[in-house]
């Protein structure tokens, strides 16, 4: 994706000038747009723009991509907040460089805002990037949607592991430690710009997820019954730092079919439950093989998102306590396919999968 792309959709080259034009204040890049003021590359074309301190102009011809990132992510004004928008399958989210401190740049309330989809940025979530605490690298903290602090995200540090490489610039295969809400994760950058992450040991301890229902296995909660909507649901909760409530049938239907699934209507009663304090996450999975699933989900604090990180390391461990499935799965989500892994020898569970770039941005707070 151009530079011009992520500031803005359209760009104007001086050959097209009729193009809808976007149109970049100086003080974001002085010196490239005052170099540009001098350049044969550079024409206003006064029909599309309003005569002001603003100007046309094709980023591309003028800077390296990467002074043009840094530039823009080094610009400080106040009552601004400069942000890059990612997405892991569709689940997306904003991302600060919180470097220099360990206080929020946004608060929950104004994170509320950044993730309306028609009065802000629109996004499921705010994800802060921190100075590591307890010997770690980084900090990773995260602000769902409606404002509340979950522990973990797994498509969010996915995200943010690939933020933290566009910030310091690396190269290459990269790994490095973030602590979380649940302790120290380790993110590692594959050759192929994928993100695998050690998501660590699933919680099953049903006072520790926290779950109210009755214990079934080892004091877990695997297969019980659970009455939602009228509906006598099958469910098994998993704590991957965040909490979970796994569903593959119910005594009505002993396979689901997660498309007929009424998301919106079904998914608060399960997130506002009392047997979760907490509340929930909850996700609906179909098994397609052993080694392959596919599952939607109600996030707490979120609502329907197109794919959860930690919910698929879930469903996976859930898959495998109720004998659906192998330890090795690639989960599908609406936003595409992540690869699980719930190692026995380690008892972590591990999960590969994407992380874009969508746009950058600044934004009055
Ligand atoms: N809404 C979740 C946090 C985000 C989890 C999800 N987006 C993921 O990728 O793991 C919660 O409150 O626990």
Redesign the pocket.
Known sequence: MSMAGIISNAVVSPSRTSLPSFQLHRQFFPNQVNTLLRSSVFRISPSSIRISASSIINLEAVAPQEDLKTAFLDQKETGFLHFVKYH?LG?DFILVDNRDSLEPKVTPEQAVKLCDRNFGVGA??VIFAMPGINGTDYTMR?F?SDG?E???????VRCFARFIVELENLRGKQSFTVYTGVGVIVPEIQDDGKVKVDMGEPVLKALDVPTTLPVTKDHAVVKAGLEVDGVTWNVTCVSMG??HCVTFSSKELQKLVVDDINLPKIGPKFEHHKVFPARI?TEFVEVFSRGHLKMRVW????GA?L?????ACAVVVAAVLEGHADRICNVDLPGGPLEIEWREHDNHVYMTGPAEVVFYGCVPL
């Open positions: 892991g689940n499921d979530g995260i769902n509340s979950p522990e973990m995200c797994g498509n969010g965040n909490p996450n996030e707490r604090g979120a998102t794919a959860c990180g930690t919910g």
